[in-house]
């Protein structure tokens, strides 16, 4: 995966030793998910100019601290960047600290603009505002954190997270002008904006989840 953009020696590191790591999140944090991060980041990378390997290993690094508390988990990313010594034979203290930064920037409720490119590039990437995917993401994530609720609970859940996150006047922000996230936001703003539209893709993905 990606041996013709990052260091070979990197991605063998990454891929070996992070990776896997992502197998014990749930799943809408789980490897497929950061694979995805991976890929988007490399791709604003290569529009953007920014370095290649720091770009990777940001992305591959990015919800690690799902570890811990989810509501911290940026910041924890960001420890478990810097903490990693390994990481030295490829960035120089500089970059680590760049790196670092960006792990911590990238959530979405975010109170500030990220402070890099760099923070940029993995809060763009990790949007994944592909309108299934978001609704896929947000019925696994209710499912796997929320197992007691009922399916209207998770429905109620679901409805209003798209409100405060994804509608005309929720919390999530886009930081890099012209990315495809731009399309599919509103795109997914119009589906919002119609509540049978709305439940109908909930039902589909619920249905999906819940089977067997």
Avoid: C
Avoid at 69 to 97: C, M, N, V, Y
Avoid at 138 to 150: D, I, R
């Amino acid at each position: 995966m990606l041996k013709n953009t990052a260091s070979l020696d990197l991605v063998e590191f990454i891929e070996t030793q992070i990776l896997p790591r992502y197998a014990q999140f749930d799943r809408a944090h789980n490897t497929e998910h950061v694979v995805r991060v991976i890929r988007r980041s490399i791709e604003l990378a290569n529009r953007t100019g920014a370095d290649m390997n720091m770009v990777y290993a940001i992305a591959a690094y990015h919800d690690l601290g799902m570890d811990g508390p989810r509501a911290i988990h940026h910041i924890t990313g960001g420890k478990i960047l810097a903490g990693d010594a390994r990481l030295k034979r490829w960035f120089s203290p500089e970059q680590i600290k760049i790196m670092k930064e960006a792990v911590e920037d990238h959530r979405a409720s975010a109170s500030h603009a990220p402070r890099s490119l760099y923070g940029k590039i993995v809060a763009e990437a990790d949007r994944d505002i592909v309108p299934e995917v978001v609704f896929q993401r947000t019925v696994q994530f209710g499912l796997a954190n929320y197992p007691e609720k009922s399916k209207e609970e998770h429905w109620e859940r679901f409805r209003q997270h798209m409100d405060e996150k994804y509608s005309v006047h929720g919390y999530i922000r886009l930081w890099i002008p012209g990315s495809p996230n731009e399309e599919k936001l509103n795109e997914l703003r119009n589906i919002i904006a119609n509540p049978v539209e709305l439940r109908k893709q909930f039902e589909r993905f619920f249905a999906q989840e819940t089977v067997g």
